[in-house]
């Protein structure tokens, strides 16, 4: 079993910066092929960005160029620092886990472990 919690969400003006922290549990983190999804309200959770410990890194269309997507595995811990922000990125941010690693990444069953979801408000 894996636990994630994340951190980092609020209130923030477009055109401002926030970075999300997710925080897992287990002793094979590097392992992990972990992911960033979001969801706003009337709308399926979709993905955002992916990183492994290799340094692959993928990030959606809409997010390109303004998110980074980061992992430091002596911590546990894996980051979204989010630039220039705006309205249409407000949503609930949702990190999550696939302890196997797979190369399949774009969709919610890529995943095994989610977290419980940080709110991000970007107001205009």
């Known amino acids: 079993q894996v636990q994630l919690v994340e951190s980092g969400g609020g209130l923030v003006q477009a055109g401002g910066s926030l970075r999300l922290s997710c925080a897992a549990s287990?002793?094979?983190?590097?392992?992990?092929?972990m992911g960033w999804f979001r969801q706003a309200p009337g709308e399926e959770r979709g993905f955002i960005a992916v990183a492994w410990s290799s340094g692959n890194r993928f990030y959606a269309d809409s997010v390109k160029g303004r998110f980074t997507i980061s992992r430091d595995n002596a911590k546990n811990t894996v980051y979204l620092q989010m630039n220039s922000l705006k309205p249409e990125d407000t949503a609930v941010y949702y990190c999550?886990?696939?302890?196997?690693?797979?190369?399949?990444?774009?969709?919610?069953?890529?995943?095994?472990?989610w977290g419980q979801g940080t709110q991000v408000t970007v107001s205009s």
């Open positions: 999550a886990a696939d302890p196997v690693g797979s190369g399949r990444y774009t969709v919610a069953d890529d995943y095994d472990y």
């Open positions: 287990g002793r094979t983190f590097s392992r992990y092929k």
